[in-house]
């Protein structure tokens, strides 16, 4: 996943994934919208084709930490580490 300048995309064989995030301090929160090309793997409870999901969590040097659940329904939560791997020039 790649986060730059308020946007992000990302991407595996079966999936991609765009988005955006804003911080304040050391607090960030992701917005995610991941969109199979393929069979969908089950995420909370669902196989849909198209999840919305967010991402609320603290920065620490080069890692992001903090719990992530599907957009509107906050009961359901895991917790989720994105940890910085190069810079984009």
């Known amino acids: 996943m790649i986060l730059q300048n308020g946007h992000i995309l990302g991407g595996g064989r079966h999936h991609y994934s765009t988005g955006t995030?804003?911080?304040?301090?050391?607090?960030?929160g992701l917005s995610v919208e991941i969109k199979y090309h393929s069979k969908p793997r089950v995420l909370f409870g669902s196989s849909n084709k198209?999840?919305?999901?967010?991402?609320?969590?603290?920065?620490?040097?080069?890692?992001?930490e903090g719990n992530v659940h599907r957009a509107g329904n906050s009961r359901q939560t895991l917790l989720f580490r994105l940890t910085k791997r190069a810079e984009i020039s």
Do not use: A, H, N
């Open 21 to 28: 995030y804003k911080t304040s301090d050391k607090d960030i």
């Open 50 to 64: 198209q999840v919305s999901l967010e991402f609320e969590g603290k920065r620490r040097g080069e890692t992001i």
